[in-house]
């Protein structure tokens, strides 16, 4: 991963039960079907309705927060892509690497235990996923980094190939890496073979917005915290809630 010449993924990947989901989301429907089916289509029909609706399209929000401002880009996003029929948002943290003795040295506030930590192998389960994190010197946190060291198996399977990613991120100041910490963060996703989706200037008119400070780029959501005490603004949070419907309108497409 990364050392020298680099590795050929296996090709003997063992079929997972998501891969077995997934097949059976996507495969075209056989004109020969069973019998039974297809002496009442009527019936059959209004199964596959009933499979559709219930099966949806998942977008993994996977982030770090330490004082809480990717956080709250985090569930504007969800909500953005809740708003998107046939698709949901499922929010998780990656694991922290600090000790509980150095963030109350910092004076982090506690997480919230309603967000689960998600592991790599669990990365297989979704349609698409959008990263979050604080920059350091324009680029992601350790924390996050930690995590997609990590995922050293499903590269090696390239389990994660295909799959639509995007970022969203917080910086302290203006010049702290609102786009370096998102567009350094794109190697992770090119060893992956994972899908960058920016979303450019389809925010329209939000995106030339100068009467007031305004995190977020053509890569994605942005916020900026300061010294921490500034909370996202309307602007700044409506630009993540247009990532996650964007994104939720990408991995549709791509379904």
Same mark, same amino acid.
Request: proline share 5%; hydrophobic share 40%.
């Given at each position: 991963?990364?050392?020298?010449?680099?590795?050929?993924?296996? &090709? &003997?990947?063992?079929?997972?039960?998501?891969?077995?989901?997934?097949?059976?989301?996507?495969?075209?429907?056989?004109?020969?079907?069973?019998?039974?089916?297809?002496?009442?289509?009527?019936?059959?029909?209004?199964?596959?309705?009933?499979?559709?609706?219930?099966?949806?399209?998942?977008?993994?929000?996977?982030?770090?927060?330490?004082?809480?401002?990717?956080?709250?880009?985090?569930?504007?996003?969800? +909500?953005?892509?809740?708003?998107?029929?046939?698709?949901?948002?499922?929010?998780?943290?990656?694991?922290?690497?600090?000790?509980?003795?150095?963030?109350?040295?910092?004076?982090?506030?506690?997480?919230?235990? $309603?967000?689960?930590?998600?592991?790599?192998?669990?990365m297989t389960a979704?349609? $698409?996923?959008?990263?979050?994190?604080?920059?350091?010197?324009?680029?992601?946190?350790?924390?996050? +980094?930690?995590?997609?060291?990590?995922?050293?198996?499903?590269?090696?399977?390239?389990?994660?190939?295909? +799959?639509?990613?995007?970022?969203?991120?917080?910086?302290?100041?203006?010049?702290?890496?609102?786009?370096?910490?998102?567009?350094?963060?794109?190697?992770?996703?090119?060893?992956?073979?994972?899908?960058?989706?920016?979303?450019?200037?389809?925010?329209?008119?939000?995106?030339? &917005?100068?009467?007031?400070?305004?995190?977020?780029?053509?890569?994605?959501?942005?916020?900026?915290?300061?010294?921490?005490?500034?909370?996202?603004?309307?602007?700044?949070?409506?630009?993540?809630?247009?990532?996650? &419907?964007?994104?939720?309108?990408?991995?549709?497409?791509?379904a």
């Amino acid at each position: 991963m990364g050392k020298g010449g680099g590795c050929v993924p296996s &090709k &003997k990947k063992v079929p997972s039960a998501d891969d077995a989901t997934r097949v059976s989301r996507d495969a075209p429907i056989s004109a020969e079907g069973n019998s039974a089916a297809a002496s009442n289509p009527i019936a059959d029909s209004s199964q596959n309705d009933a499979v559709s609706a219930a099966v949806k399209l998942r977008i993994f929000i996977v982030f770090y927060s330490m004082y809480g401002h990717v956080e709250e880009l985090a569930r504007r996003i969800k +909500k953005g892509v809740d708003g998107v029929e046939g698709v949901e948002g499922v929010l998780y943290r990656v694991p922290e690497t600090l000790t509980a003795e150095v963030l109350e040295a910092m004076k982090a506030p506690p997480k919230d235990d $309603g967000i689960p930590e998600i592991s790599a192998a669990e990365m297989t389960a979704a349609d $698409g996923v959008l990263f979050g994190f604080p920059t350091r010197y324009g680029c992601m946190a350790a924390q996050m +980094k930690a995590f997609f060291d990590s995922t050293g198996g499903l590269w090696k399977e390239q389990s994660l190939a295909g +799959k639509p990613a995007g970022f969203f991120v917080s910086t302290g100041t203006q010049g702290g890496g609102q786009e370096t910490t998102a567009w350094t963060a794109i190697t992770q996703l090119a060893h992956h073979g994972m899908l960058f989706v920016p979303i450019g200037y389809t925010f329209g008119a939000g995106m030339f &917005k100068m009467d007031s400070v305004r995190g977020g780029s053509p890569y994605g959501a942005g916020v900026y915290a300061g010294d921490g005490s500034r909370r996202p603004s309307e602007t700044e949070l409506g630009l993540a809630e247009h990532q996650g &419907k964007y994104m939720a309108a990408v991995v549709k497409k791509l379904a």
